[in-house]
Each structure stands twice: as structure tokens, then as C-alpha cells.
């Protein structure tokens, strides 16, 4: 894993860092998105819909489930993203929010379901 240190003296030198190419090793973007959603995961058990059933049968069907289906929120996003951006040519921004919208609620829908 490579990390860089940046020190910015002023706003030139700081565009001019953002625009060089990042390396991003694959494996360090699935470690972060599997770290996210595990984190999810605790925070929606225990946290948001309370789920009391921490047997290793029940945790380990719980976890199955909303890995997957935060695999398939994951595809939703990025059919919404090339649809809108690539296909019909729309605002980033306006396309991103609808975006989000889309997949909190897929994601809250999905999680209700397998807490419930």
C-alpha cells in the first residue's frame, strides 16, 4: 500500500495535486467497501432496527443477506449512474442526488427486511 504525504502551499498547488492520476490498488477499494458495509451491517442490527438475535446461525444469515443485497443497491447505483450520465446525457449533479435517493431507499428497504 502506498501513502502520500501532501502539503499545500496554495490553492495552484493543491489543483494541481488533485489532477495528477491516483493508484489505487483493487483490492484496497474492496477492503474499504466490504469495511463500510460491515460497519453498516453492526450499525443496522443493533443500532437503527435494535435486532436482539445474536445467535451465530441468525448473524451469519443476517450478514449473507445484507452483503448481497448491498451488492445488488451496488448495481442499481451503477445502472442509474450509466443511464443517466452516459445514455440520456444528464446533469451529473441532478443525477447523483436521484442517484442517492434511489439507493438509501433500497438500502433502507433492504434492511428492513432482513431485520425484521
Known sequence: MK????LVEDEAALADSLT???ELEDYDVIWARDGSVGFA???NKLVVFGSADTSPRTVLREGISFFS???ASLLADTAILFVGLTLLHGAPLLVKIIDQVVVIA???GFSKQIFA
Not at 3 to 6: A, F, G, R, S
Open 3 to 6: 501513502t502520500t504525504l501532501l
Open 20 to 22: 495528477t492520476e491516483f
Open 41 to 43: 451491517f453492526a450499525a
Open 69 to 71: 443485497l448491498r451488492g
Open 106 to 108: 433500497l438500502n433502507f
